[in-house]
């Protein structure tokens, strides 16, 4: 594949998440190459790739001459997500702590400064996207610390299970409100002061924000 249609397959792929994160196709749906080809008014290669990586992704699964059908989040998948995620985030916190230095924290503040920013952002798809991207920064960049790729490989496919979670259960179908706050003050502030035992308190409400319904953010 050409560079060029390289980038159209990542172009269309991004475009046709952002359809299934908003729910704009209807549940029992399926995806057909044709529609999509006419849809996003390109050849049938780069739809086909972007299909292709988008199982991968097990964000859909290829129905045998039908299409492609999206899989749904279960809550049980969301809850089993948050208590992974909790594990590889703690675990990570735990191995990065010894190497934590002022470009670290100062790299850390501005992201969470950042994400605590877009809180007043509504609950339109778009606006849901950013928050989730500028949240997800912030927990890759503590997870990085540790040095450990699959760790962070793992956080990074797990964060983008319970966005996707978030927006077809909470969002979409509970309308339960994004919080307007974050412990990520909090984390630097604990980290910045070598207090790994609030540092681990403060990630782990900042993850629990839905773990009364079973969701995390």
């Known amino acids: 594949m050409s560079i060029e249609n390289q980038s159209l397959k990542a172009k269309i792929y991004d475009k046709i998440l952002k359809k299934i994160v908003g729910n704009e196709f209807a549940t029992d749906e399926l995806l057909v190459e044709s529609k999509l080809v006419k849809m996003f008014d390109v050849s049938r290669a780069p739809v086909r790739e972007a299909l ?57 503040r501005t992201l969470a400064a950042r994400s605590d920013e877009v809180r007043n952002l509504g609950l339109e798809t778009d606006a849901v996207s950013e928050k989730m991207k500028l949240n997800n920064q912030f ?23 319970l966005w996707r979670g978030l927006v077809q259960i909470m969002i979409h179908e509970n309308k339960i409100p994004v919080p307007e706050n974050t412990y990520h003050s909090g984390i630097v502030r604990a980290m910045e002061e070598g207090d790994l035992k609030s540092a681990i308190s403060n990630l782990t409400d900042d993850i629990l924000v839905y773990s009364s319904i079973g969701h995390g953010f």
């Open 139 to 161: 927990h890759i960049a503590i997870s990085s610390i540790s040095g450990n790729s699959l760790i962070t490989k793992a956080l990074d496919s797990t964060l983008d299970l």
């Open 52 to 108: 292709i990586e988008l199982c991968s992704a097990n964000i859909i699964r290829n129905i045998p001459r039908a299409g492609y059908q999206i899989i749904r989040i279960s809550e049980k998948d969301l809850r089993d997500a948050l208590q992974f995620r909790l594990m590889l985030e703690i675990e990570g916190l735990k191995l990065g702590f010894p190497k934590i230095n002022k470009g670290i924290i100062s790299n850390l």
